[in-house]
C-alpha cells in the first residue's frame, strides 16, 4: 500500500498543484489506515474491501475520534480511491460507500475589536523581541494569513512601499495587502532590529528567532498565548484566532465575501460566508436586545 499513497502524493504535487499542507494531510491519513490494515493482515490494495474500511471508520468512532477528523479521514479515503480507480490500480472503488458523519459547526472564536487592539498593544517595548512579535501579531492581523504563511514569509514576498504580501501554498500565489499599523511595525522591524537577530549571514526568511533561524508555528504560539494572557483576554485563543478575526472584523465593516475570500485565499465562498452568518447573528442579538418592541 504504500507504493499506491507515494504514487497519489506525486499524481497530488503534479497533476493536481495540491497545496503541501493538504499533501501531507493525506498522507498522515492514509499512512493511518495503511498501519491499521496491516495489523489486520492486510498490505495488498487490491484485497482490501468495503468491510474492512467501514471496520477502520468504527475504530475511529469506538476511540472517540472526532466527527471532523473521521470525517477528513473518509474524505482521504474517497480521493485515494478514486485516484487508484482512475488508473485502473484496483478495480472497484472501496471507498464509494464511506459516508461521513454529520458535523455540528461550531462558530469560530473571535475576539472584539477592542481586545484585538488590546492583544497588539502588549509588544510595546524596545528590546528586538518585542519589536519583532509587534511586526508579526500586526501583520498576522492585518492579512489574516495563516501561522505557516506567516512564518514562510521571505524577504523577497514584502513590498513595504506598496503595502502587500505575496503568499505561496503549493502552487497557488495570492497578493494580500496591509494598512499603515503593519507597515510601521515592520519598519521598525526592518530597521536593524532583523538584520541584528540574523545570526550567520542572511536569512531569505522575514521573520527569525533569536538565534536567527526561521520563526516556527510553535514559537509563535507560545508568544500568543504570553501576549494574551498579558492582556487579560479570557479565550483560548490560537494564531488561527486572528485569522477568524481578521474576516469577521472586514465583513461586520462591509467588505464584500468575495473580496475577502481572495484575501483568505479560500478554494470555496461557502468557507467565507460563515462571517457573514456570524455577522447576521450578532446584528439579530443587538436589535433583540435594543429595539423598544422586540
Not at 538584520?195 to 504560539?221: A, D, H, I
Not at 490560537?238 to 465575501?257: I, K, M, Q, S, Y
Request: include cysteine; hydrophobic fraction near 35%.
Amino acid at each position: 500500500m504504500e507504493t499506491e499513497i507515494n504514487g497519489f502524493i506525486i499524481y497530488l504535487h503534479n497533476v493536481r498543484k495540491t497545496s503541501e499542507n493538504t499533501m501531507l494531510s493525506y498522507k498522515r491519513d492514509l499512512v493511518k489506515v495503511k498501519r491499521y490494515l496491516e495489523e489486520q493482515g492486510i498490505s495488498d490494495v487490491r484485497k482490501i474491501t468495503s468491510t474492512n474500511l467501514n471496520s477502520y471508520v468504527l475504530y475511529l468512532e469506538k476511540n472517540k475520534f472526532s466527527a471532523a477528523t473521521i470525517s477528513r479521514n473518509i474524505a482521504s479515503l474517497k480521493a485515494f480511491y478514486h485516484y487508484m480507480y482512475r488508473e485502473g490500480i484496483v478495480n472497484k472503488d472501496a471507498a464509494e460507500g464511506l459516508h461521513a458523519p454529520k458535523i455540528e459547526k461550531k462558530m469560530p472564536e473571535i475576539l472584539s475589536a477592542q481586545e484585538v487592539v488590546r492583544l497588539l498593544e502588549q509588544p510595546s517595548g524596545d528590546s528586538p523581541k518585542e519589536i519583532r512579535d509587534k511586526a508579526m501579531l500586526e501583520l498576522l492581523y492585518a492579512t489574516g494569513i495563516r501561522v505557516t504563511e506567516l512564518t514562510n514569509l521571505k524577504m523577497e514576498d514584502l513590498n513595504l512601499q506598496v503595502g502587500y504580501i505575496l503568499c505561496r501554498d503549493g502552487e497557488k500565489e495570492r497578493v494580500v495587502p496591509f494598512g499603515n499599523e503593519a507597515k510601521n511595525a515592520l519598519m521598525r522591524y526592518l530597521d536593524g532590529t532583523r538584520e541584528g537577530m540574523v545570526s550567520k549571514g542572511e536569512s531569505e526568511y522575514l521573520f527569525v528567532n533569536c538565534s536567527g533561524q526561521p520563526m516556527s508555528r510553535q514559537g509563535f504560539w507560545k508568544l500568543l498565548k504570553f501576549y494574551a494572557k498579558r492582556a487579560g483576554i479570557k479565550a483560548d485563543i490560537t494564531p488561527h484566532t486572528l485569522r477568524h478575526c481578521f474576516a469577521a472584523h472586514l465583513v461586520e465593516n462591509g467588505a464584500d465575501l468575495k473580496s475577502v475570500q481572495e484575501m483568505m485565499g479560500h478554494a470555496d465562498i461557502s468557507t467565507t460566508q460563515i462571517y457573514a452568518n456570524m455577522n447576521q447573528k450578532r446584528i439579530r442579538e443587538v436589535y433583540a436586545r435594543t429595539h423598544p418592541r422586540r
